[in-house]
């Protein structure tokens, strides 16, 4: 088959450090293509190349047979190029109609006509089986939804050549499944598509080759046909990846945390609806749900952010009354919070600053107010090494490091603390095979220590491998508690969607 | 009350909403595309005078406000230029540019106008009686019996409304206002847009100088817009970033400072300082009151280098 783009000797620099080099890549008419890649490999950057938002230092891009450079997405549009990003470039106060047509003049008038809009949008909906209402606000969308919005602003743009960020990371199965049927319309009808991911199964359920990507070069382009998923993650990290598992059995019968009734709501809205639970000693109980059910809310409530309604909290058999944070991280709480950049680390500050943020009142730390930068110090390069964190030194800001030992940070300042118990909520977001199996590797062992750990996450694979009970959040609500052993994935899907079975779960 | 008293309370509400809402929406223009501009106050400031200094020296009030508004057209580009291509933040250019309207009107105002009893008077904007329709009771007078800016400002309500959501370059300056990533990535150019809004902001604020300067007082005294460029700021946030709910906050706005007038002429045993409160009292009051409650545009005050400038 005829190449619809190719890339030959590409190179991007930021400073010294080269982001691409010397890329070679045929893609062809039709197919869909997967780029694989840990985070940090460069494939954002290709990506962002091909569509325009950056240009290349060196090399050159065949699209359709002819050398081609974009200094802007609108160019990369006009030439039939669209991406659909893994943050959406959605404007969630405008209707869908109105994010599709921005930019563009319908026959060269100045004024916008909504209807008409609608219309032509209605027409391709139909014809790529995207079903979305042209009408309605984006921001009343699901995120599925969300999704095909962009798609279709691609595709009213004419764009024959279709790039997708990491576009399953926001996903829930069921939505994964829609969206894998719409690009099977789009190959039927001859767009390419390249599929960015670092998802093996995906790949192989979805794609026609694969390319791979380790840190800025290019290790390979092969058929799916006859390459496993071992294969490729050796591929993509350079060696091979085991995969964290859960010593089952030794669980002490002791209750750790006990939470009955929870209720908590957002201004006047219920958020969390009668939450019950219990973790015992040393025990993993994960929470799996999609993305905005209230995990956020549930994490927070149990740290001391957020007020609850009613409902009771017990460690260790005491009932905790209005708790706040820092009387939480005093009874033995630690907390990961879901969005490392917003509220795990002051980015500006330094890595031995961070690392000392929650014990910086200490004895240890200070005395009189006055903190000792050389006990600082002396603790900060002690978790660098025990963490292997990766840094020129205990006073770079931690805004530098990546995101990977970012959260290497936060993990060792948590268990710095020698928690009873670990709130983890998306431990591994956005970290790539190598960090999170660190990540899974620390908590693990946490758990053996006997501490118990509340693992919300929305990625199942994790929940369910790391582990020892599994619950499921569906609009403020626990769905319903199993053990590993009873655990499968359609049941957990299901539950995910909201479709609950009729047999109850003991909790 | 009689009917004459109700019509002069209109009448004199409305003359003072003027003002307040021709600077309300150049405001709005600038803050629907993201552009936070609390230097409004020192915008119309340079607006009085200019229109004033316009007027003298040109020797018609048409001309003090065409003068006025190529001065504070200028004075948005440059604001433009300083949080625009520089990426100054918006709240220090914006303050900073209150300081120096009040520092350049005031030496120029004494140096070119004079001061005290001596400063130069101009012929103000006339009075246009639309016959027919000031005929209406009570509101026709107040509504219909004012000066051409005023029947500009009513004019510019739906204007906006429609070049806000009925036009593609509407539709541009909003998503603008939300995210101009998005919008870039789509081939919207961002920084043009925000210079036009900029020139749009500070040509109308021309206007509203002229208002008070032209409009009402015939004359340039110092310091003379005290505090309106806020309040009309506030009366965007109060209008919930919509054209005709920035005309009513305005309405409200003008309409308690007419009433504080009216206060102090009753002669109430107030000291008037109090009563020269009353409407910067409702301000606070309303903004404290709905401000939590309406969304302003998601990228307010957000700097933004385009994609293509990041290339080259």
Known sequence: ?507 | MSEEVIVSYLASAIRLSVPLLLAALGILFMSRSGILNIGMEGMVLIGALSGVVGAYYFGSAAAGVGFAVVVTGLVGLLFGFLVITTGADQVVIGTALNLFGLGITTVFGRSLLGMGQEAVRVNGIPSLRIPLLSDIPYVGEALFDQNVLAYASYLLVPAAAFVFYKTNWGLRVRAVGENPLAADTLGVRVHRIWYICCLIGGMLAGVAGCSLSLGILNQFTENMVAGRGFIALSAVIFGKWTPLGTMGASLLFGGADALQLRFQSFGIKIPYQFMLMFPYLLTMVALAWFSGKSKQPAATAAAYKSLADRNG
Do not use: W
Not at chain 1, 293 to 322: H, P, T
Not at chain 1, 432 to 461: F, M, W
């Open chain 1, 1 to 507: 088959m005829e190449p619809i783009l190719e890339i030959r000797g590409l190179v991007k620099r930021f400073g010294s450090f080269v982001a691409n080099d010397r890329l070679n890549l045929a893609i062809r008419q039709g197919e869909i293509h997967a780029l694989l890649g840990e985070n940090g490999a460069g494939k954002s950057t290709l990506m962002n190349m091909l569509s325009g938002m950056l240009e290349p230092d060196e090399g050159e891009i065949l699209y359709k047979g002819k050398p081609v450079r974009f200094g802007s997405p609108r160019e990369a549009g006009s030439a039939g190029i669209g991406m659909v990003h893994q943050h959406f470039m959605l404007i969630p106060a405008l209707t869908v109609a109105e994010n599709v047509l921005l930019g563009l003049k319908q026959d060269r008038s100045p004024f916008f006509r909504f209807k008409k809009a609608c219309a032509e949008i209605r027409e391709l909906s139909d014809r790529f089986g995207l079903d979305v209402r042209p009408e309605a606000k984006v921001s009343d969308l699901s995120v599925g939804q969300q999704q095909r919005v962009e798609i279709i602003k691609t595709l009213f743009r004419g764009a024959e050549f279709i790039i997708l960020d990491e576009p399953t990371a926001v996903l829930t199965p069921s939505e994964v499944k829609d969206l894998f049927r719409v690009l099977r319309t789009l190959k039927e009808q001859g767009k390419t598509i390249i599929f960015i991911s670092h998802k093996l199964q995906e790949i192989r359920e979805i794609c026609d080759r694969v390319t791979v990507l380790r840190l800025g070069r290019l290790i390979g382009t092969h058929s799916l046909d006859g390459i496993t998923p071992a294969d490729l993650a050796r591929m993509m990290v350079g060696r091979d990846v085991a995969a964290p598992v859960r010593k089952a059995g030794i669980v002490s019968q002791t209750n750790r945390l006990k939470v009955t009734g929870l209720h908590a709501s957002e201004s006047g809205v219920p958020v969390l609806k009668d939450i019950s639970f219990r973790i015992r000693e040393g025990e993993i109980l994960g929470i799996a749900g999609v993305d905005g059910n209230g995990q956020r809310e549930l994490s927070e409530v149990l740290f001391g952010l957020r007020s609850k309604d009613a409902g009771i909290i017990e460690l260790d058999g005491e009932a905790l009354q209005r708790q706040q944070p820092r009387s939480m991280k005093e009874k033995g709480v630690a907390y990961i919070p879901e969005d490392r950049h917003k509220e795990g680390l002051m980015l500006q500050m330094s890595v031995e600053e961070n690392l000392i943020a929650k014990e910086y009142r200490k004895r240890r730390f200070s005395k009189g107010g006055i903190i000792s930068r050389r006990r600082m110090r002396e603790c900060a390069d002690e978790q660098i090494k025990s963490f292997a964190i990766k840094t020129s030194g205990a006073s770079v800001p931690v805004g530098r490091l990546s995101g990977g030992n970012q959260q290497k940070v936060i993990l060792a300042r948590e268990l710095m603390l020698n928690p009873k118990v670990i709130v983890a909520m998306q431990p591994t977001r956005g970290m790539d095979v190598g960090a999170a199996e660190y990540v899974h590797k620390r908590l693990l062992e946490a758990s053996e220590q006997g501490c118990s750990i509340l693992l919300i996450s929305t990625e199942l694979e994790e929940v369910m491998a790391l582990s020892d009970r599994i619950a499921v959040l569906y609009k403020g609500e626990l769905l319903g508690t199993m053990d590993r052993e009873s655990a499968d994935r359609d049941r957990i899907g299901q539950l995910m969607a909201g479709i609950r079975p009729n047999a109850s779960f003991a909790i």
